[in-house]
């Protein structure tokens, strides 16, 4: 099946858009597309009018241009027909709002559903969900605009079973400065499933960082999607509930005993260098990381601060991450403080972590992270940058940026996140480099990229 | 692929949802693991005919349809180290519940390993190691891992465990010989996978691995009730 139209639709169609009753789901989807968004829109109720002056049809027949969407939100007893209207108007996907299925216990009416569209090979999401969100082309979640926190258009593809949950997270994003290509709220996922979706956005050339949140997978379907993420070149990230310990049976094994849920989950993961997050904010920091930094590292840092105190934390976080901070050879301590200058010169230590005391200036933290980039024992660069040091800028973060563009090699800054220093927290963004909230989120933005791909 | 072989063994677990411990060796053998040599047999005067052939000590486990955890009944008596303390444990293995012989079996030193497999529901077929043989739910040391596995995934699932220096030689120990244990995970991987719609688990528990072999010293598998 393609899922192409299901992403990047020209043309959507609305049903089920109330006459009378404008806070009806259908018609939030249908206000915010028309008023906002790129792609045509039509609304369907089959008593026909109008709505914002617009003709209202009363079939997906009736529409004048072909529809490569349609959003579904009538009745749960009544989509079953109105899929079979989209499929015979060559409807090229759809996106079931509606709720009253299997969730509610009306799996029948699910199975159904599933039935005609597979036989008719026309794919569609949900039933019991939001659906695509993809500005400036479309916006199928039924939350007002101004309801919603908005995050920048970016590479991040995020993909959840629960609407709310994904709602969240692009307020976490659009924090953190993290950019999406698309969120999609799966639903029921009758249907497409959270492999199908893998498999596309694989290869979908404006997506490089792939997440999952999960809530359960179906007989078989952890494996299809894990084969799927196997064989998928960019990073996948999956945040999954329900991993406590379900109800055993009887146990006749220790096998059977000890392989309960969480761990298989955890340990199958690993196996195949899919990026497990164990909350909503390893989720979102994960996703950052990932996007600017895609390939595996073995996990040696170099530490680069202004505060031996934050160096110390950073230290046992990684240690305690799994991480290594080797420490640094004479000759290269040497050839750095040669660099460094006078006023501190004397007074900084330039082991591992490198502190470059409250007397540094821009000019050391570029000294240190231009020769860090230059050692091969880390292939990952820590730096703090803690705004309180007088001789740091708000530039530092932009000149940083061009060490990374000049050396290559991947630099995670940890930066208060306060309004006073966004400049500096920018600088690095637009730079296409992560910047974590914390010394312990900084930590684990390289735990994840020692994850990707690779246990 | 199952031969007709290993579908007849299968098909002897057909009433108690499981394969006791004999048959389930001979299933290994033929996928290719490395089982010791024994004999199964309620007879006395076997059993010492076999046990001199391979040489004392022996291990004495029961064979019943009705005893799934030998150790706990009584049915395991290892480091048997003549005919009299062979006839002995024979003795009071015939008083064992579903009695249906006993095996006997040479005796292998080295690290115990319990090495298993489940059908999950959400996975499929997965294979668990863990470190600490019939001891393992107490350490709870396991790495697990999708079925099938190659040898590298095999090694890195190895790695994973806390234990793992263990079956590098540690403080001066024969180091266990990782290319047989990888071979063995891998096999039993495959044949995990073609156990599929059989199977619920199986444990091989202990497999004893020395600076030579792998071997699966103990054996069951749990017949899934559902299965044809």
Redesign the interface.
């Known amino acids: 099946m393609d899922l192409k139209r299901l992403f990047k639709p020209e043309s959507l169609a609305v049903i089920g858009v109330s006459l009378t009753n404008d806070g009806h789901p259908a018609n939030v989807v249908y206000n915010k597309n028309y008023l906002r968004h790129q792609l045509h829109v039509y609304a369907v109720n089959n008593h026909g009018g109008s709505i914002r002056g617009e003709r209202v049809y009363r079939k997906i027949a009736d529409i004048p241009q072909m529809i490569d969407l349609a959003l579904i939100a009538v009745k749960a007893e009544l989509v079953p027909s109105v899929m079979v209207e989209c499929i015979e108007a060559k409807v090229r996907g759809a996106v079931v709002v509606s709720g009253g299925f299997a969730e509610t216990g009306a799996g029948k009416l699910q199975d159904e559903l599933v039935s005609i569209a597979r036989e008719a090979q026309f794919p569609f999401i949900g039933p019991n969900c939001l659906g695509v969100f993809a500005p400036p082309r479309i916006d199928t979640f039924f939350i007002p605009s101004e309801r919603m926190v908005r995050p920048d258009t970016g590479r991040v593809a995020m993909v959840s079973q629960s609407g709310g949950v994904l709602a969240d997270q692009m307020v976490k994003c659009a924090a953190e400065g993290v950019g999406l290509s698309v969120a999609v709220s799966i639903g029921n996922k009758a249907l497409i499933k959270e492999a199908d979706i893998l498999r596309y956005f694989a290869e979908d050339p404006d997506t490089d960082v792939i997440t999952f949140y999960v809530e359960?997978?179906?007989?078989?379907?952890?494996?299809d999607f894990?084969l799927a993420a196997g064989e998928c070149s960019k990073p996948v990230i999956v945040l999954k509930t329900g991993k406590t310990p379900g109800g055993l049976k009887a146990v006749?094994?220790?096998?059977?005993?000890?392989?309960g849920d969480y761990?298989?989950?955890s340990?199958?993961m690993?196996?195949?260098g899919i990026v497990e997050a164990t909350d909503e904010f390893e989720l979102v920091s994960f996703a950052e990381a990932l996007s600017c930094y895609p390939k595996n590292i073995e996990g040696r840092v170099g530490i680069i601060t202004g505060s031996g105190g934050h160096g110390a934390l950073c230290v046992d976080a990684c240690f305690s991450h799994g991480l290594t901070v080797p420490v640094f050879k004479e000759s290269a301590q040497k050839e750095l403080r040669e660099m460094l200058s006078p006023a501190i010169r004397n007074i900084a230590s330039c082991g591992n972590p490198i502190d470059l005391t409250g007397s540094s200036i821009d000019d050391d933290f570029l000294a240190a992270a231009t020769r860090l980039s230059r050692n091969p024992d880390v292939d990952c660069i820590i730096i703090l940058l803690l705004p309180y040091v007088p001789g740091v800028t708000m530039d530092l973060g932009a000149r940083l940026g061009l060490v990374y563009q000049q050396e290559g090699k991947p630099l995670i800054a940890y930066v208060p996140h306060v309004e006073k220093y966004r400049m500096l927290v920018e600088g690095f963004n637009f730079n296409n480099m992560p910047v974590a909230h914390s010394v312990e989120d900084a930590v684990h933005m390289a735990e994840a990229m020692k994850r990707n791909r690779l246990? | 692929m199952l031969t007709k072989e290993m579908l007849a063994i299968l098909s002897t677990g057909k009433d108690t949802d499981w394969i006791v411990e004999p048959e389930a060796k001979r299933l290994f053998a033929l996928a290719g693991l490395d089982v010791p040599r024994f004999v199964w047999t309620s007879r006395t005067d076997e059993a010492i005919e076999f046990a001199r052939e391979i040489g004392y000590p022996v291990v004495v486990k029961v064979v019943s349809p009705q005893v799934v955890h030998k150790s706990e009944s009584g049915g395991v008596v290892t480091g048997v180290s003549g005919d009299e303390a062979l006839i002995a444990s024979l003795d009071r293995m015939r008083r064992i519940i579903g009695f249906a012989g006993v095996i006997v079996e040479e005796t292998f030193a080295g690290i115990e390993l319990i090495v298993g497999a489940k059908v999950d529901e959400q996975f499929g077929p997965i294979v668990l190691i863990g470190i600490g043989g019939t001891a393992t739910e107490i350490y709870h040391d396991i790495a697990l891992g999708m079925a099938p596995l190659g040898e590298s995934e095999t090694e890195r699932m190895l790695k994973r465990l806390k234990g793992f220096p263990l079956l590098n030689g540690f403080r001066g120990t024969e180091p266990v010989n990782m290319k047989t244990l990888t071979t063995l995970v891998a096999r039993f991987s495959d044949l995990v996978m073609d156990l599929e719609d059989v199977m619920e688990s199986i444990d091989m528990n202990p497999v004893i691995c020395s600076g030579d072999r792998c071997v699966v010293a103990d054996a069951r598998i749990m017949i899934n009730p559902h299965s044809q």
């Open positions: 359960g997978f179906g007989r078989n379907e952890g494996r894990v006749t094994s220790h096998t059977a005993s000890m392989a761990q298989v989950f340990d199958i690993a196996q195949k246990c």
